[in-house]
């Protein structure tokens, strides 16, 4: 069930890079952050539902609050 919802998403995030890549790029780079980020998010929730018994829905709640974390940590990372 998992795998058909990120292969859904991933294809409409790289549909969304390949256009505004050509059409605007500030909106096409946008998109590719936000591709890292739902990659960051896709890592922790395989790893999350492998080593856990959760519903989906706790997953992915689970790994978004960790890929938040993940990212906070590195732009504090970056300021010192």
């Known amino acids: ?3 058909i919802i990120f292969t859904i998403v991933w294809l409409i995030v790289g ?12 909106i096409g ?5 936000g591709s890292f980020f739902l990659f960051n ?3 922790y929730y395989f790893a999350n539902s ?5 519903k989906i829905f706790a997953l992915i709640k689970n790994s978004f609050l960790l890929s938040l974390n993940s990212v906070s ?3 504090d990372s970056s300021r010192r």
Do not use: A, E, M
Request: charged share 10%.
């Open 73 to 75: 940590t590195v732009l």
């Open 1 to 3: 069930k998992s795998g």
């Open 29 to 33: 780079g946008f998109f590719l952050i």
């Open 41 to 43: 998010l896709t890592i």
């Open 50 to 54: 492998v080593h856990t018994d959760l």
């Open 15 to 26: 549909i969304d890079i390949y256009y505004f890549s050509n059409v605007n790029l500030f």
